[in-house]
């Protein structure tokens, strides 16, 4: 019996110490077992966030942000191509930039042949004013000693008269019964080759753009080959060309074979069945042989897969009679068919659209009467001369 009240005390203690620790754990200020640790609180994106109706403002609102913009990629801008205007008529619309330049050899030959007394001083003078806008010494002469047979005729003469008897000599030495048509047609299947030849400095290139320019606004299909491979400038300007009026170009290495060049450029008009293919050459120094026989080849090369219909000379009217001496170089190299004169509104010596003529046998063709995309025109006589004597 006392045993088994021994028990029941021993029993009654355990619990009592086990209430009191229990009581020590939770009272304040006890020390009791850490909180478990939450993970923090994840804080959503701007789109992820919850929308509130507009207007409702307050603690806890959310600002609604766009979403983060990416830094734009770079475009590729490609060139709008344009539409030339085609090349009728445009040598009469560029008439007054020629006026410009050319009024006073007019204006000096209509007062001097207004006089009311023609000595050989007189006589001396128009012949002196012609060989400074660089007519040339025959073709001078020519038009002196034909204007004082026909003063002699007429006796008095009225300005109207002086004009006429004028601008009579002066279209007869332009010479307009000469063929100026570019020959630019089709044969047949083959595509029409011109080649354009010049040395530096004459705009040879540009002339080569603009001409492209031309034919497409006729209506015509076109292939540029940039044969200049000796400067690298020259092929991106004609690049930049053909992109503008969409006419593909045919490039080479810089430095490459101008002949291997034109070949291709053919090759490819041919293939693509276009209208005209031209082939821009080097801007040669005609004193070197070397370099005028590489264009002979170039020439050469072409017509193993086609016919060369057309090669122009392009000229620098503000040269003069040293232009004279660069066509005729060219002209024992290669077949000159035709003649482009750039500048030749910005010179008072148009009269070398007369000498070139007279020595080299063939026709002034195109005329660069500005810088614009659209200043190169159909050479027209008539309007040259009319755009000399004035209104």
């Not at 003063?151 to 030495?173: D, H, I, M, Y």
């Not at 050469?300 to 057309?310: C, H, N, P, S």
């Not at 080299?360 to 006589?381: M, Q």
Request: aromatic share 2%; net charge negative; charged share 25%.
């Amino acid at each position: 019996m006392d045993g088994y009240l021994g028990v029941i005390v021993i029993v009654a203690l355990v619990a009592l110490l086990a209430a009191g620790g229990l009581f020590l754990l939770l009272r304040p200020g006890g020390k009791a077992a850490p909180p478990p640790v939450e993970p923090p609180e994840t804080v959503p994106l701007p789109e992820e966030k919850e929308k509130r109706p507009a207007g409702e403002e307050g603690e806890g609102a959310t600002t609604i942000l766009p979403p983060p913009v990416k830094p734009a990629e770079p475009m590729v801008v490609v060139p709008e191509v344009e539409v030339p205007p085609p090349s009728a008529g445009r040598m009469v619309r560029l008439r007054s930039r020629l006026a410009r330049s050319q009024s006073a050899l007019g204006r000096g030959l209509l007062d001097l042949l207004s006089r009311d007394r023609l000595d050989d001083e007189v006589w001396d003078e128009i012949e002196e004013l012609l060989l400074t806008a660089d007519v040339g010494v025959a073709p001078t002469r020519a038009v002196v000693e034909e204007l004082r047979t026909r003063v002699k005729v007429l006796g008095s003469r009225t300005p109207e008269e002086v004009r006429g008897l004028l601008r009579e000599q002066l279209l007869a030495q332009v010479n307009p019964d000469l063929d100026r048509t570019l020959q630019v047609r089709r044969h047949g299947e083959r595509c029409a080759v011109v080649l354009v030849v010049g040395v530096n400095g004459t705009g040879k290139t540009t002339t080569t753009g603009k001409l492209a320019r031309s034919l497409i606004g006729d209506g015509k299909t076109v292939v540029l080959g940039a044969a200049d491979t000796f400067r690298a400038a020259a092929a991106d300007q004609l690049q930049t060309w053909g992109d503008r009026v969409g006419a593909e170009v045919v490039r080479g290495p810089e430095g490459g074979d101008p002949a291997s060049v034109a070949f291709d450029a053919t090759a490819k008009g041919i293939a693509d069945k276009v209208d005209v293919v031209i082939v821009d050459t080097a801007g040669r120094l005609h004193t070197k042989t070397g370099l005028m026989d590489e264009l002979g080849k170039v020439k050469r090369v072409i017509e193993k897969k086609a016919t060369v219909d057309e090669v122009l000379l392009v000229l620098d009217a503000t040269t003069g009679q040293n232009g004279m001496r660069q066509a005729q170089v060219f002209a024992e190299v290669v077949n000159i068919t035709g003649i482009a004169l750039t500048k030749l509104d910005g010179t008072a010596k148009g009269g070398i659209v007369i000498s070139v003529q007279r020595e080299l046998g063939v026709p002034v063709k195109l005329a660069g009467l500005g810088e614009g995309p659209d200043d190169l025109a159909p050479f027209d006589p008539e309007v040259f001369v009319d755009a000399i004597l004035g209104d």
